[in-house]
């Protein structure tokens, strides 16, 4: 299974967002909690080089704390300000200490001269990671259009958190070859590839193999089958029995089933599972030192 998707819109949004990359104090990147390393986009990496930087591992109540744990203190070695987000309502004054912090120098270099700076702030990461549901949660309201999957921001849009705060809320970016296939197939998993172009029997039987490596039981109780060995076609049956996605005269309905697996994934009922662990050493270049369990 080859996956490469790079809507036309995505290369316009790169150059509009490097274009707005100058007007910006502080960049948030976020990327998936269960994937931190396939959901961060290494064109990210060298663009907003130089800038106060960020990252924040997004959906951390869908993944495993200890790991999360784990990645954060590497990310840490590495020089990188790191932390772990739920894009909540109930969190967004975490996000904003940390705009704060990473903001401090410029807003102390303005008020030397007298100006109450306001900190203009560009949040990015890759499809569907919840970059506008963490807009929304700083600004109280749902002012950033958001949705499950891949595209629902096409432009940049800025947002106006208070007096001396705004946000950029940039639609998610891939690159444009995605050479490290199974950072590809992770991105699937959790939708950051639209569906329509990806082969879903296959994807949603690499998934449950690897979920099933993972932590096997949840998986096992949410599917309702008890055999972690199974693989291929036989997976897929054993979902379809087990939830009951039947057609007339006892037929899978492997459709339903594959969307149901993919969705409920998605959505953190599968149980807390992050599927990347930290490498010895992290790089955004490359397969060599791709994180992997």
Not at 65 to 80: A, C, D, H, K, M
Not at 123 to 146: E, M, Y
Not at 248 to 257: A, F, I, N, S, T
Not at 271 to 280: A, N, Q
Request: glycine share 8%; aromatic share 6%; net charge positive.
């Amino acid at each position: 299974m080859d996956i490469n998707w790079y809507p036309g819109h995505m290369a316009k949004a790169k150059r509009l967002l490097s274009d707005q990359l100058g007007r910006c104090d502080v960049v948030i990147e976020l990327c998936d909690a269960r994937l931190p390393f396939s959901s961060r986009n290494p064109d990210l990496e060298n663009m907003i080089k130089g800038k106060k930087r960020v990252l924040l591992l997004n959906k951390a109540d869908l993944a495993d704390p200890v790991i999360t744990s784990q990645w954060l203190n590497r990310f840490r070695e590495q020089g990188i300000e790191a932390a772990p987000c739920t894009a909540y309502m109930n969190k967004a004054k975490d996000v904003l200490r940390l705009i704060e912090k990473a903001a401090s120098e410029a807003i102390e270099k303005a008020a030397q001269k007298g100006v109450h700076k306001t900190v203009r702030v560009m949040v990015t990461g890759v499809p569907n990671v919840g970059k506008s549901t963490l807009i929304n949660a700083l600004h109280g309201s749902n002012i950033a259009k958001t949705g499950d999957k891949p595209g629902v921001t096409k432009a940049n849009q800025w947002v106006v958190i208070g007096p001396y705060l705004q946000l950029m809320d940039s639609p998610g970016l891939l690159w444009p070859r995605l050479d490290d296939q199974r950072a590809a197939k992770r991105l699937c998993y959790i939708g950051s590839v639209k569906d329509a172009v990806v082969d879903l029997p296959m994807l949603t039987i690499e998934l449950l193999q690897e979920l099933l490596q993972i932590r096997p039981e949840p998986v096992l109780e949410r599917f309702r089958f008890s055999d972690p060995s199974l693989k291929g076609e036989a997976l897929l049956e054993a979902v379809c029995r087990g939830r009951g996605f039947l057609l007339k005269g006892g037929v899978c309905d492997y459709d339903r089933c594959c969307q149901v697996v993919l969705d409920e994934f998605r959505a953190g009922k599968c149980g807390r599972i992050t599927l990347e662990v930290p490498p010895r050493k992290i790089s955004l270049e490359g397969a060599a030192n791709h994180a992997e369990n």
